[in-house]
């Protein structure tokens, strides 16, 4: 008797135990995913605001004269100097670019005043300001080209075989193209090249008689260095 009676109970059990899993799966399956926490600050957006310090190779195109003496022309030192920059982007592929750099230069006679030697040493300042366009669809390489305009004051000017010399401020175009390379979120390395057309007029003295001319500078600028965005 005990035999017949345990074997139902058995089952009965089993049977329970069947259902009551079934409904935990089924409450599991109902359970909704938890919301994220809404206290969860934003990720900053990066800013517009860019610097660069680059290592710059200002190359000079050798030509220009003294207009009233026949055959005469100018020649100019190269030189390598330090350049800042500061960009503004206002949207991720047109940005605003300042260019501040200074230099010294010396000029020298060619042509049938070559005899004179060096004429004079005058500081440079072209502050540049371009409008860039960068393209945005190469991943961390990131090239541009740009185009502005040209203030450039001469300063210290000092004679050399000249009695005087009076080299004239002047504005000048520039065109422009480079590259940055991205490194992390605020790191990169950039390569720039500059034309800038630049053709100031000056007054000189030699031997107590008064010369004007111009000077084709329209000088190539090289630069290399690193990037740094706010």
């Known amino acids: 008797m005990v035999g017949k009676w345990m074997r139902p109970r058995c089952r009965i059990t089993a049977t329970v135990a069947f259902v009551m899993a079934g409904l935990q799966l089924a409450a599991a399956s109902d359970a909704q995913p938890v919301p994220p926490c809404k ?7 990066s800013s517009p605001w860019q610097i660069r310090l680059r290592a710059l190779r200002v190359i000079t195109n050798d030509k220009g004269s003294v207009g009233a003496i026949p055959g005469s022309g100018l020649s100019y030192s190269d030189t390598v100097t330090p350049e800042l920059d500061i960009s503004y982007y206002f949207t991720d592929n047109l940005a605003a670019e300042l260019i ?7 000029i020298y006679g060619a042509g049938t005043i070559s005899g004179l ?11 540049t300001l371009t409008l860039q366009y960068h393209f945005t ?8 080209v740009g185009a502005g305009v040209t203030y450039t004051m001469f300063y210290n000017q000092d004679a050399g075989s000249a009695d005087a010399l ?6 000048g175009r520039a065109l422009q193209v480079g590259f940055d390379y991205r490194l992390d979120q605020h790191w ?29 500078l329209d000088p190539w ?6 990037t740094y965005s706010f």
């Open 166 to 171: 009076d080299v004239k401020n002047t504005f």
């Open 100 to 106: 501040l750099g200074t230099t010294r230069a010396n």
């Open 39 to 45: 206290d969860e600050a934003p990720i900053a957006a």
């Open 188 to 216: 990169g390395v950039n390569f720039d090249v500059k034309k800038l057309f630049l053709e100031p007029k000056f007054d000189v003295a030699v031997g107590g008689t008064n010369f004007t001319g111009k000077a084709k």
């Open 221 to 226: 600028l090289i630069g290399t260095g690193v």
């Open 117 to 127: 030697g060096k004429i004079g040493k005058v500081g440079v300042l072209p502050p």
């Open 137 to 144: 669809d190469f991943g961390a390489f990131r090239p541009y």
